[in-house]
Structures are given as structure tokens and as C-alpha cells.
């Protein structure tokens, strides 16, 4: 099929039922062309299905059908891709998130909230996740930032701006210049808030951020379109200080964090000055959260409302509580209450939505009520796990929450770092760097930072190497070894079975590392520890040294020797006192006593600590080399082998020895219980021999290649097993064995639930675990999605022709399927998209497709509520298969294609989202909702002398003064052309498309009842939408609690609801002047139609604006959220 590219310009001619989609399309949807002209909606349709086409690789049947549903207006894709697909922008990896409508971030760092201010400037919906287990990640604020904006935008002359933002340090004064691209104002802001936890600083820090290199207003943004308008950047920096510096000396809380958002989301334009489109999620718990919103706007003593200047930006959102329990009856109802009176507090129920995100596993209703009652009790994943055991831990975590899931390791793990081992514990928030094969290499500034509490896995190896850490972590196993290649994959912890092989750190080459401790006195206390005692004296505690055979006068003289340099030993003679009676030499030294109990070192716990594995890398020297000269030994021959060993009954003592032999790249095996606890005749006192109960003995075996390079870095002081290897070693006529640095796994165990930590380093992506080579995160993802939605039209398709719907349904599948081909550069989006990639195929004029498949008896039926009579349940049953019909076409669409593709399939395809702007372009009401009246004036805000408004004047359509515009005594301007008006609402009669089937007038839509839209909405909700349903609920006074009673039945009863937001009906608002929407009768609606006829001077709207578009838009492109849903002002009426 040849598919025509280039098409001869011409007017669009949308549905006469549509009279607002000219003014709509112009202000929203078209761009500038190379010419300096805006697209048509055929040349809309070119770009944007071209642009698919490349993206998803879609064959002529499938071509075929988007361009037949896209320019019938049957099928379109999200309002975002309308805007940027088929763009050269849309195929930079960097702005992929700018083709999808809904992402949603966990505020778990600073760069989440970097993240989330780039989403929205490319016109992102943006949810904010503020939960307790994200924002506890962040560090306490711990520095006071005291900011100075200087410069003036667009004063740097346009070849010399930065492009980028640079920032320059010097002591505790900062500067910020600020780049002049969407990075340069994401990383402005981002820096900033890491200013306030950098710990480099030692006083306030004095932050002046330089705004010279910034645009001026007006001027073009090239690739995405529009122009710039940074009218709000210079003050985002002092908003963001004030909120950092309140939280001095602690993390912030959740209200904080939101405010921080939304100062973001004030300052952004895309191209034009809008409202973001938000959603800021909390628990129910979280009062601070509930409650921010609450007396936002304030009256003064003269009767004037006006809003609290530090909440301000507060609006940018919704707020939304989310319970993790099922809801009281009271907490349900006052949920309600306060929605009605201030439009915040929705209940979001969390058991549906995690159950709907397993809707592949809970395949039957019986199921699903099984996996609420488990999820209430607190055991769902046990639920889970019994019937489903095949599903690894990783993805019960991530299908249980959608929070969260983190590749991790417990705290006690050990990391291997440039100050020496640590434990993750003590590296949480901590930019460091690890060794790495002995080469050192940087994490991100975050270090390590909490991911939940999680499941935990312990990998235990033949070798003694161990590490605990979750299922989904991956090892590097080996798949093939040669002679001289070795072969490896990362491997999830979960997927490795006994008798694989994993990769331990080769740090031979290893460059030593500082730290505490000399090797003086790690000598002395690996001698301790190997054959001497602490004892209690009168004079405090005591350390004993022993030596015993022949060379015990030469190691008594070393030690002491080591003790005057290390603890100023003071001695009697210069190898230790000689004991006639059990034959060897002993030293005594307070001084030592102490030095080890400085490391932790004392009579009831005489064995390697956690501080003397944190020492530096001379002390690691000297204390494996006391502790081999104490108790180990050299073994074999050469025809047997030969070996260096280390005996030990503790078996802990010998695990920690492994881990530090093992940071000087000498591997070693532990064989357990090699001589097993037994009774056994040993000399007593008296030198006679006695029965002595023996614990049992386990050994760590050095051997192959690692004896060269204990010898070399470790070594016997010992003379006579000094002297045994290196006789050993030099008549050996071959090279001993080269270590593969590898290791067999022995068994793999689940070791319960503990707080599990991850961390980042770019590049290599691995860090040293216990030893082990364990790759590092893959960021938090969960709720960190992106979700891109295709829209359905159904006012424009026949109830009675199925062909006709599949289509279109197959059409939307599509078109959103497609996208998800996109590789986020992001990590914790990239990652969500592998693990749980979502599509959402919505509608709207779905009140619309019933009337005209039901006639007006469906209207009356809602008039009386949707009762369950006869008729309501034939009319449910009629609905229900039109809805079931829809979403199995949606899946079987997204499904094949995503087979053929070699994609993972979407769990989730069908939603229904607040559609509202790209209804106007076929004229439907919006979603499921019914519309506000049959007949009414709709009302469109633009700019004064806007060229789309100066177009509608020219296609007949009234404008007035919007209602912000009013003279000095406060009383509306009607001269649209007054020097005083600044915007234009632009006034289109509408009727909807069944307004004149007969005896539909008779019905007034706005006195539907909430409960019947309640049970509206969740026909939708149970029969067609595996997701969410976008509900506006509009309610008056009385409907109040017989809602909130009906809301907690609902989900009491597992009926499938998540949430909703309300709206309050005031009958009198009416009178309100120059609202949105203004409902009219069948007469003032023919009256005004006829008089836009009278004024029209052209048919073709493309052809007129072109006249008058000489000037800039000062809006590009719809926001994420394209919904009309709220339809009062941001000021309150005076």
C-alpha cells in the first residue's frame, strides 16, 4: 500500500455536532508548519499515524485501520502523541515521556523530584507517590540556603548562552547558572535541593542562581513548539529555599515534599502558561497530608477571600488518601463530606487496585474475594505464594504493591570501599567509592538508600562465601569456562540453583586503602585472638601472649618489640617470661588488654569484630599474618599439593577471616566440622594427660595460585612456617593453579523478611557484596510508570455495527501498543516498563452511544435512579455486553501485537480517562459522564486578540471579557475590545446529538441522582476497566451520606471500587456569570445558532486563522490530564 504523504491543504470539516472542535484543535492540537502555518487535521493525522507507523512497525492492514478510525474521529491516539508524534523531537530517547499522558514517580531522592519537573515541562500528567516509605529516603535537611536570583532573563545575547546549567562551588558560596533548554531549568531547580543535604558545606550556604543565560518571553521553542514564557522562574528558587530552610535539622514531611512539586509545577511552561496536571498520593494515615489543603483560601476583616501565599501552589494538584485497610462507614462518609465542601480527601481503596493489577492470576471472582480477604489480614503474599509458586519473590513484591521493587541486599552486608569493608548500615545516604575488581569506581550521590522490607534469600556457597539479599538481586554466573576464557551473565538470585557457579571480586591488583590501624597493631591482635587470653587482674584486665616450640624466644622478642611501638609496652625482658613448667614464653600487657577492647576485643568475645574488619589495609596485613602464625599451618607436598590453613572452633571467626583475605584478592575454601566435636585426651596443667571436651574444629584452606599471593601479602612471621612455604613453593617445578575467582553454590534458603538497601554505580553497575560480584540497582520503580492512553469516540460509531466498534477498539490498541517500544533512558522507568509494562485504550461518549442504542426509556430509567427493575436489569444486562465486548477486543489487540513484536504483554489495557478536550473534537460527552444539559453555551478561555479567538469572530462566534477582566469598582467588562481586558471567553451553543430525539427534553440531566452515577460508573469499572475509572461524581447536599454508606458497601463488598472524585451541585450557582458551561433551552439555543450563522464570514475556520496568524500562540499542546472536568475559577467571588 502507497500511503499518500502529500496532501493538498484544505480546511477540516469536524461533526456539525461539534462546534467547539475548530476553536479546540487550532488552540491544541495543531502545530506550525515549515511555512509558518498550523496543520490541518488531515495533516495531523499524516504526522501522527506516520509517526506510529516507524515506532511500532505496524503492517498495511494495520495502517489501513488507523487512518481510517483517526480521520472518521472514531479512534485517536492520547492527546499527547496529537501534539508531539510524528515529530523529530518525540524520536530523541530524552523525550519519549513527552508522547504519554499518565507517569507517576516514588519521591524517594532528589532526582524524583528533578524527574518529575522534566515530566511536566513536556506536558506529562504527573502523579507524585508521598509516602512514608519513599520520603523517609530523603536526607535531613542539614544546610540553610540563602539565595539571590541575579541577572536579568534574555540578557545574554542568544550565541552565548549556556545551554546547560553549570554550577560553581567555592566554600559555602554557590553558583547556579542557569541553562537556557528544558535539562538546564530541571537541573537548575534539582541542584538546589541537593544544596540543602550536601555535606561539603560547613556554614550557611550563600546560593546566587544566575538567570542571564534564560530566554526571554516570546521566543521560539524550537522541537516542541510554542514559545517560552519564563515569567515564574526567578522566583522558584526563594519558594523552594523558604521550604528547604523550615525543615533545618530534619528530613521534611509529606506536605513539604508536595509543596516542592507544585512550586516546580507553577513555575513550567510548555510552550504556554497552563495548569499542571497533577495527582499527590498519600496515606491515610498521614494527617499533615489530609489536612493540606484545608482554609487554603482565608477571608480578610473587609470580607475578601484570598489564599494563603505558602500554600499557593498547593493547587496544582489533587490530593488523594490511599488506604491500605478497607475504610470505616465513618471515615467513608466524612471522605465524602469533605469532598463536597472543599473538592479534597478522596478515598483511593488499594486492595482493588493491587488486585486488579494481578487480574491475570485472580482469573474468577471467587479468586479475587479470596485475594481481598488475605490482602485485609495482612497475607496476601503468603496467599500468593501457596497457589502460585512458581512466581519468584521479586515479582510477588512488585504484584503486591507496586512499591518498590528493588534489586537489595541486607544491612549487614559487607561492602568493600575505598576507607576500608563497611557495612551497608553504615553507607545508607553516603556518596562513596567501591572497589570493584580492584579498580575503585564511584556510586551515585545517594550511596546506599532503604528499599522496603522485603523477602529475603540467603546464597550460601561450597566455598563459605555467603550473602543475604532478595531474590530478584543478580549474581554474575558463569555459563562456559575454557583454559583461557571464562564466560558470565547476571543471573537473579532466585533463578540460580546448587552447583552454579558465581563470581567472587578478583582484587589482586588492588591498590591499598586507608583506614584505622597500623600493622603493629593488627599483628598483635591477630596473635591475641589466634593463641592468647584476656584475663580480669587486680589491676583491670590483661592481655597474654604465648609462644611455644623452638622459635618462641624469637617471636617473644618480636612481639615485644611490636608492643613498646604500639602501646608503649614497658618490659622486664626482651622476649617475655619463660614458664619452667609448661615450656613457653608469656607476655602480659594491659596496654594490649586495652588496644583490644578499643576494638571490640574482650574476654567474652575474643574473636575478629566488625571494627577490625573496617581497619585499614596494613592492619588487615598484620593481623591475618598474627593470627596465621598462631594458628595455622602449612600442609602437603607436591605431589599432594600444598596448602595454608587456619583452624578454628569458631566458625564466624573463620567466615570474617575468608571475607578479609578475600579484599587482598587470596580466595579461600571453609570446610566445616573437619575434625567434629568429640571427648579427647589432653595435657592438663600438671602436663599429664586429661579428658577434655573439644568443640569442632572447622578449617579455611588456602590453595592454587592464592598461596603466591598470600605469601606475597601476608606471609608467616613465624620462622618455621615461614620457612616450610618457602621451600614448599621454590621446588615447585610447575605453576600451581590459576584461581577462576570462582565460586559453587551449595544451597539457596529463604531467610525471612528484613530492610534491604540498594545503591547505584553508573558504569560498572556492580559493587563488592560479602565478597561476591553482585550487580547493583535498577532503581525503584512500582508506581513509577508511564502509561500512554488512546481514546474511543463512541458518539461517532453505530450502536448496531459490531464490525464498526471492533475497529475502532483494535484501532485504540493499537495505537498505544505501539509506544511500548519506547527504552526510557531513566532507570526506574526503563525498569518499570520491563517488569510491568501497562497500556490504557479509554473512551468517550459512552452516555451518548447508549441513548442512541436505548432511545429516551434509558433516559427516564436514570431519571428514577437506574433502579433494578425489569427493564434497568435488561437495560444492565444490554450494557454490560457492550462493555465486555470492548474490553476483549482491546486485549486480543494489544496481546497479538505484542506477540509479534516480542514484547511482554500489558496485564492492564482498558481504562476510562478524564477525557474532556479531544471530546470537543467530535462533540461527545465526556467519558462515561452525561453531559450538563442538552443544550448549552460552552465557553473557551483565550488570550486577548489570540489569532484562533479573532478566527472565531470571523466564524460567527460571540466573545466576550473572561470574567478576571473588571473595572475599578469591580464589575465585569463587556467590551471584549476594552484596553483593560487581558482574555477572551469565546461562546459556541452546543446541543448534544440526541437533544432533539423526541421526549428527551423532557428529561433534566442535572437532576441525576449520585447513587445512580455511582451505579454508572461501576458497570464500567466491573465490566470494562481493568484499571481505573476516571469519575467526576456530582453531588448536592442530601446525597451526602447515602454516598458515603454506598462507598463503603462498595468496597466492604469487593465490588471492584478504587475511587472517585465529587463535585458539589449548588442549584444557584447558576446565576454565576460567564461560567465554563451554561445550560440553555431548545429556543436560546436556536436563537444563538442562528445569530453565529448571521455573523459567519467563512466556512473553512483553516482558511481564516491563517489570515490572522501572523503572531505566536501563547499555548503549545495539551497537558497530560486534558480534562474540562473542573469548571470553577482559581479565585474565589468577591
Known amino acids: 500500500m502507497v500511503r499518500e504523504l502529500e496532501r493538498k491543504r484544505q480546511g477540516v470539516k469536524f461533526p456539525e455536532t461539534a462546534p467547539a472542535a475548530n476553536p479546540v484543535f487550532f488552540r491544541t492540537y495543531s502545530r506550525r508548519t515549515g511555512v509558518g502555518l498550523r496543520e490541518s487535521y488531515d495533516e495531523v493525522c499524516d504526522r501522527t499515524i506516520q509517526g506510529l507507523i516507524e515506532l511500532g512497525k505496524l503492517n498495511p492492514q494495520e495502517i489501513a485501520l488507523l487512518e481510517k478510525t483517526q480521520r472518521q474521529l472514531k479512534a485517536l491516539p492520547s492527546g499527547r502523541w496529537l501534539w508531539v508524534g510524528g515529530t523529530d523531537w518525540i524520536n530523541k530517547p530524552k523525550n519519549f515521556s513527552g508522547g504519554y499522558n499518565c507517569t507517576s514517580t516514588n519521591l524517594q531522592d532528589w532526582k524524583a523530584f528533578g524527574l518529575m519537573m522534566d515530566l511536566a515541562m513536556m506536558g506529562c500528567g504527573t502523579g507524585a507517590i508521598i509516602e512514608p516509605q519513599y520520603i523517609n529516603q530523603l536526607p535531613p535537611i542539614r544546610n540553610r540556603l540563602n539565595v539571590t536570583v541575579k541577572g536579568e532573563i534574555g540578557s545574554t545575547p542568544k550565541n552565548l548562552r549556556r545551554e546547560f546549567t553549570q554550577t560553581d562551588i567555592e566554600g559555602n558560596s554557590v553558583t547556579i547558572h542557569v541553562g537556557d533548554s528544558r535539562e538546564g531549568w530541571v537541573a537548575s531547580y534539582q541542584t538546589l535541593l541537593e544544596l540543602s543535604t550536601d555535606e561539603r558545606f560547613t556554614d550557611d550556604v550563600a546560593v546566587f542562581v544566575d538567570i542571564s543565560d534564560v530566554r526571554q518571553a516570546g521566543e521560539t521553542l524550537n522541537g516542541f513548539g510554542g514559545v517560552a514564557n519564563p515569567v515564574k522562574l526567578p522566583g522558584l528558587y526563594q519558594r523552594c529555599a523558604d521550604i528547604l530552610n523550615k525543615a533545618l535539622g530534619r528530613q521534611l514531611n509529606s506536605v513539604e515534599c508536595c509543596l516542592l512539586i507544585d512550586e516546580a509545577a507553577v513555575t513550567i511552561v510548555a510552550g504556554n502558561i497552563r495548569r499542571s496536571a497533577g495527582m499527590r498520593q498519600f496515606t491515610a494515615d498521614d494527617e499533615l497530608g489530609a489536612t493540606a489543603k484545608d482554609n487554603l483560601w482565608q477571608q480578610d476583616e473587609n470580607g475578601n477571600w484570598r489564599i ?47 488486585a486488579r493489577a494481578n487480574i491475570d492470576l485472580l482469573s474468577t471472582q471467587a479468586l479475587k474475594k479470596e485475594f481481598l480477604q488475605a490482602y485485609e489480614q495482612g497475607t496476601a503474599k503468603d496467599w500468593l505464594q501457596q497457589r502460585y509458586p512458581e512466581i519468584d519473590t521479586s515479582e510477588l513484591e512488585h504484584r503486591l504493591a507496586r512499591f518498590g521493587l528493588n534489586p537489595c541486599v541486607t544491612a549487614d552486608t559487607w561492602v568493600h570501599t575505598e576507607q576500608g569493608a563497611r557495612q551497608v548500615k553504615d553507607l545508607i545516604g553516603k556518596q562513596l567509592s567501591v572497589y570493584i575488581n580492584g579498580e ?56 540460580l540453583s546448587p552447583g552454579d557457579y558465581i563470581l567472587v571480586h578478583n582484587h589482586r591488583e588492588i591498590q591499598p586503602w586507608d583506614s584505622f590501624g597500623t600493622f603493629d597493631e593488627g599483628w598483635l591482635l591477630g596473635n591475641l585472638i589466634g593463641d592468647g587470653s584476656i584475663a580480669s587482674t587486680q589491676w583491670g584486665k590483661t592481655a597474654y601472649l604465648r609462644y611455644w616450640q623452638d622459635s618462641q624466644e624469637e617471636m617473644g622478642r618480636y612481639a615485644v618489640a611490636l608492643l613498646k611501638n604500639a602501646v608503649n609496652f614497658s618490659n622486664r625482658t626482651d622476649s617475655g617470661c619463660y614458664h619452667e613448667q609448661l615450656k613457653h614464653r608469656v607476655i602480659n600487657s594491659s596496654g594490649l588488654a586495652r588496644l583490644a577492647a578499643n576494638y571490640g576485643v574482650t574476654l567474652e568475645h575474643k574473636m575478629p569484630t566488625e571494627k577490625i574488619e573496617q581497619a585499614s589495609y596494613e592492619f588487615y596485613r598484620g593481623f591475618l599474618r598474627g593470627l596465621f602464625d598462631a594458628d595455622g599451618s602449612v600442609q602437603g607436598n607436591q605431589q599432594k599439593g600444598v596448602s595454608v590453613r587456619l583452624a578454628q572452633s569458631n566458625l564466624e571467626s573463620l567466615k570474617i577471616v575468608q571475607r578479609m583475605l578475600a579484599r587482598l584478592g587470596i580466595i579461600s575454601t571453609i570446610y566445616q566440622e573437619r575434625r567434629p566435636e568429640r571427648e579427647h585426651y589432653l595435657p592438663d596443667s600438671n602436663r599429664e594427660l586429661a579428658l577434655y571436651s573439644c568443640k569442632a574444629q572447622h578449617e579455611l584452606v588456602i590453595s592454587n595460585d592464592n598461596i603466591y599471593a598470600f605469601q606475597k601479602i601476608v606471609g608467616f612471621q613465624e620462622p618455621q612456617k615461614s620457612r616450610r612455604l618457602q621451600e614448599l613453593l621454590y621446588g615447585y617445578k610447575r605453576k600451581l593453579n590459576r584461581e577462576r575467582f570462582a565460586v559453587k553454590i551449595k544451597q539457596i534458603l529463604s531467610d525471612g523478611f528484613e530492610a534491604v538497601y540498594d545503591c547505584t554505580v553508573p558504569g560498572v553497575s556492580r559493587f563488592d557484596a560479602n565478597g561476591i560480584v553482585a550487580h547493583n540497582c535498577g532503581e525503584i520503580i512500582g508506581s513509577n510508570f508511564h502509561c500512554n492512553l488512546s481514546e474511543i469516540h463512541l458518539n461517532q460509531i453505530d450502536p448496531f455495527n459490531y464490525k ?43 452516555f451518548d452511544f447508549f441513548v442512541h442504542t436505548f432511545g429516551v426509556d434509558w433516559l427516564r430509567w436514570w431519571a ?20 465486555s465486548f470492548w474490553r476483549e477486543v482491546v486485549q486480543k489487540a494489544v496481546w497479538d501485537y505484542c506477540d509479534r513484536h516480542h514484547l511482554k504483554r500489558p496485564n492492564r489495557c482498558t481504562t476510562v480517562q478524564p477525557s474532556g478536550t479531544k471530546a470537543l473534537l467530535s462533540g461527545a460527552s ?36 473572561s470574567q478576571a477582566d473588571k473595572d475599578e469598582q469591580g464589575n465585569l467588562l463587556n467590551d471584549p475590545f476594552d484596553p483593560r481586558v487581558s482574555e477572551w471567553l469565546v461562546e459556541i451553543p452546543v446541543a448534544v446529538p440526541w437533544a432533539d430525539v423526541p421526549g428527551a427534553d423532557q428529561i433534566d440531566v442535572s437532576k441525576f441522582s449520585v447513587l445512580a452515577q455511582f451505579d454508572f460508573v461501576m458497570q464500567v469499572q466491573r465490566h470494562y476497566v481493568t484499571h481505573n475509572t476516571s469519575a467526576t461524581l456530582e453531588l448536592r447536599a442530601d446525597e451526602v451520606e447515602p454516598l458515603g454508606q454506598r462507598i463503603y458497601e462498595a468496597i466492604q463488598n469487593d465490588e471492584g471500587y478504587i475511587s472517585a472524585a465529587l463535585l458539589a451541585r449548588f442549584d444557584d450557582l447558576q446565576s454565576f456569570p460567564r461560567l465554563p458551561f451554561e445550560p440553555i433551552d431548545k429556543a436560546t439555543y436556536e436563537r444563538l445558532s442562528q445569530e453565529v450563522l448571521t455573523r459567519r464570514k467563512t466556512d473553512d475556520f483553516c482558511a481564516v486563522l491563517s489570515r490572522y496568524d501572523s503572531g505566536e500562540l501563547t499555548e503549545a499542546g495539551p497537558s497530560g490530564c486534558d480534562s474540562d472536568k473542573c469548571m470553577f475559577p482559581d479565585q474565589q467571588p468577591n
Open 308 to 354: 494563603d501565599p505558602e500554600r499557593d501552589s498547593l493547587r496544582m494538584a489533587n490530593h488523594t488518601r490511599v488506604f491500605h485497610r478497607k475504610p470505616t462507614l465513618e471515615e467513608s462518609i466524612a471522605a465524602v463530606q469533605k469532598q463536597y465542601y472543599s473538592g479534597e480527601g478522596a478515598i483511593q481503596w488499594a486492595g482493588e487496585a493491587v
Open 440 to 495: 575503585l569506581f564511584s556510586t551515585t550521590p545517594d550511596g546506599f538508600w532503604l528499599t522496603g522490607v522485603k523477602p529475603i534469600l540467603k546464597v550460601m556457597t561450597q566455598e563459605g562465601y555467603e550473602l543475604r539479599l532478595t531474590g530478584n538481586h543478580k549474581l554474575l554466573k558463569i555459563t562456559a569456562q575454557t583454559q583461557k576464557k571464562q564466560y558470565s551473565e547476571w543471573v537473579e538470585a532466585q533463578d
Open 804 to 846: 464498526e466498534q471492533e475497529e475502532a477498539f483494535t484501532a485504540g490498541a493499537l495505537s498505544v501498543a505501539t509506544l511500548l517500544n519506547h527504552q526510557f533512558l531513566e532507570p526506574r522507568y526503563q525498569y518499570s516498563r520491563e517488569l510491568d509494562p501497562i497500556v490504557g485504550v479509554s473512551f468517550t461518549g459512552l
Open 864 to 883: 428514577e435512579g437506574r433502579p433494578a427493575t425489569p427493564q434497568g436489569l435488561a437495560f444492565k444486562h444490554q450494557e454490560e455486553k457492550y462493555l
Open 926 to 961: 465526556s467519558g462515561w459522564h452525561p453531559p450538563k444539559a442538552q443544550r448549552f453555551i460552552r465557553r473557551i478561555t483565550f488570550r486577548k486578540n489570540d489569532p484562533v479567538a479573532l478566527a472565531c469572530i470571523d466564524y460567527g462566534y460571540n466573545v466576550i471579557p
